[in-house]
């Protein structure tokens, strides 16, 4: 048995109009949104949000995503211009890479990261 491919994480959220917000403002492409399920894009990966008032705003077990991006020092200023509040600047990591974390409206935390 061997799966063909992952093709989207589904996550349930309490203001699918703030989640949508906080995406589309990090550059991710919107797709579908009827209002209950909205997705979102990076390239072909898709990230389903469906809206549930079964959901508190604590912080998430885990990331949300790692999201990889060219110069994450930029990426990181510019969600300082767009009024975004990082949990903490870039910093390395024991793997080499270098990371920002963001938490979306909902807790999930979202990784940015350069190799």
Same mark, same amino acid.
């Given at each position: 048995?061997?799966?063909?491919?992952? #093709?989207?994480?589904?996550?349930?959220? %309490?203001?699918?109009?703030?989640?949508?917000?906080?995406? &589309?403002?990090? @550059?991710?492409?919107? @797709?579908?949104?009827? @209002?209950?399920?909205?997705?979102?894009?990076?390239?072909?990966?898709?990230? &389903?949000?469906?809206?549930?008032?079964?959901?508190?705003?604590?912080?998430?077990?885990?990331?949300?995503?790692?999201?990889?991006?060219?110069?994450? %020092? %930029?990426?990181? &200023?510019?969600?300082? %211009?767009? #009024? /975004?509040?990082?949990?903490? &600047?870039?910093?390395?990591?024991?793997? @080499?890479?270098?990371?920002?974390?963001?938490?979306?409206?909902?807790? /999930?935390?979202?990784?940015?990261?350069?190799?």
């Amino acid at each position: 048995m061997k799966p063909k491919s992952v #093709s989207a994480v589904v996550y349930n959220v %309490a203001d699918l109009g703030k989640t949508i917000a906080f995406y &589309e403002g990090l @550059g991710f492409r919107i @797709g579908k949104n009827d @209002g209950r399920v909205a997705v979102v894009y990076v390239n072909w990966f898709a990230i &389903e949000f469906h809206q549930t008032n079964d959901i508190d705003d604590n912080p998430k077990d885990g990331p949300i995503m790692l999201v990889s991006v060219d110069d994450v %020092a %930029a990426y990181y &200023e510019s969600a300082l %211009a767009a #009024s /975004y509040t990082p949990v903490h &600047e870039p910093k390395p990591t024991v793997n @080499g890479r270098k990371e920002f974390t963001l938490q979306d409206p909902n807790g /999930y935390t979202v990784v940015f990261f350069e190799k």
